[in-house]
């Protein structure tokens, strides 16, 4: 059975040697990601030889797709399904809601990722923001938990205006009451004066 020319896994401590390679020739910062080795998804080939790499930052359940490298670029579009396969399952068991990336290989644009609008922006992280950045963002899933609390908001709304309603109602009711009430004694005290004008003036019933 042959076996498969390349193959994407999670970065160890073992593979800073050959990553520092890459990095340095992307002149990207190799002290900084050889302390976040495990933030970075490799690509090797048949022998076990590292030839690219990827990181993946998480963060606040955004995933940011960031300093592809390889040692030949020429390999680039075979291994970057690979790896784009491998950063979905890795999105799916941290449960991420959306991708970013500054990225500008075709290939991104191509798997699904665009640029984001204002509403979008407004998930992206803000350690990751910088002035006139050239994003392009997936979204991959719903965010449940904000969709829960809005309706758990919306819920509370309408208990709340409820309660209300059902103050307003009340306090109806008890004007009512002392309307009628004050409406008895007002006829009461009208009939009692009749009563005593009467009696002090029986003629009155006369003329």
Do not use: Y
């Amino acid at each position: 059975m042959t076996a498969p020319p390349f193959r994407v896994r999670r970065a160890t401590l073992d593979d800073i040697g050959a990553l520092s390679g890459i990095w340095e020739s992307m002149r990207l910062p190799v002290d900084e990601f050889s302390r976040r080795i495990t933030e970075f998804q490799v690509a090797e080939d048949a022998k076990g030889a590292i030839i690219g790499a990827v990181g993946l930052q998480l963060l606040q359940k955004q995933g940011l797709i960031h300093s592809e490298g390889f040692t030949d670029f020429a390999l680039a579009d075979q291994v970057r399904p690979l790896i784009w396969e491998r950063l979905r399952a890795v999105a799916n068991n941290h449960g991420l809601l959306r991708f970013w990336t500054l990225e500008n290989a075709p290939f991104w644009s191509h798997s699904g990722l665009g640029k984001p609008d204002e509403e979008a922006l407004t998930k992206l992280p803000g350690v990751w923001q910088q002035p006139k950045a050239n994003w392009l963002t997936l979204k991959l899933r719903e965010d449940v938990e904000t969709l829960l609390s809005s309706d758990q908001e919306f819920a509370v709304f309408m208990d709340a205006e409820r309660q209300k309603t059902a103050r307003t109602f009340q306090q109806a009711k008890l004007l009512k009451r002392v309307a009628t009430l004050l409406a008895v004694v007002l006829l009461a005290l009208i009939c009692g004066g009749l009563i005593w004008l009467l009696k002090r003036n029986p003629q009155i019933l006369h003329r």
